[in-house]
């Protein structure tokens, strides 16, 4: 079984619409982060959460909100798509007993929005 | 800001050939530097480097760090169809951002027969 799970694994919605990204794990790490990907620019940070009740914006949180609904829920919302949102989204996890140097990433979530 | 910047940004090589790709870093409180490889689906990790000279090997991939040159290089030898898949890197951060990660854009390497 996998460790980072997300879901949905593919999505196509329009423009204007709310949609949810969740992830999960059972790797029972504190941290967890939202990463998208788009051709030739890597993985840019969106937001990440050290625990619970600490929950950071990243490089790119603009237009994007999270909740932190358990240690191991992480859900990534976007309030009012638009269509330079379409890309690949990632959660990561990480732990100190690596000094929360790896991270672990999950399938990834493929977003289309029209 | 922290910045991260790799190259090349596409390699096409040939199976057999050595590849080297670059990894050059600004990161506030700089811990370690990590490469991940990617194919087609989530980020998988290769090397976490500390420590400038010290080479990290696993079978035909090596990486090292210069923290001097604020750069590190992962060199990948007799490389195989197998080896085609992106390379990110990343520099983890300390301070108040600890464990905080900056990927690069991701050198995309393709090997063929």
Known sequence: DADVTQTPRNRITKTGKRIMLECSQT?????????????????????????????NKGEISDGYSVSR???????????????????????ATSEPGQGYNEQFFGPGTRLTVL | ?????????????????????????????FRSLLWYKQEKKAPTF?????????EKKSGRLSSILDKKELSSILNITATQ???????LCAGHAGGT??????????TILTVHP
């Open chain 1, 27 to 55: 790797k029972g790490h504190d941290r967890m982060y939202w990463y998208r990907q788009d051709p030739g620019l890597g993985l840019r940070l969106i937001y990440y959460s050290f625990d619970v009740k600490d929950i």
């Open chain 1, 69 to 91: 609904q358990a240690q191991a829920k992480f859900s990534l919302s976007l309030e009012s798509a638009i269509p330079n949102q379409t890309a690949l989204y990632f959660c």
């Open chain 2, 1 to 29: 800001e922290d910045k991260v910047v790799q190259s090349p940004l596409s390699l096409v090589v040939h199976e057999g050939d050595t590849v080297t790709l670059n990894c050059s870093y600004e990161v506030t409180n």
């Open chain 2, 46 to 54: 290769l090397f976490m480097l500390t420590s400038s000279g010290i």
């Open chain 2, 81 to 87: 169809t197998g080896d085609s898949a992106i390379y």
């Open chain 2, 97 to 106: 951002s600890y464990g905080k990660l900056t990927f690069g854009q991701g």
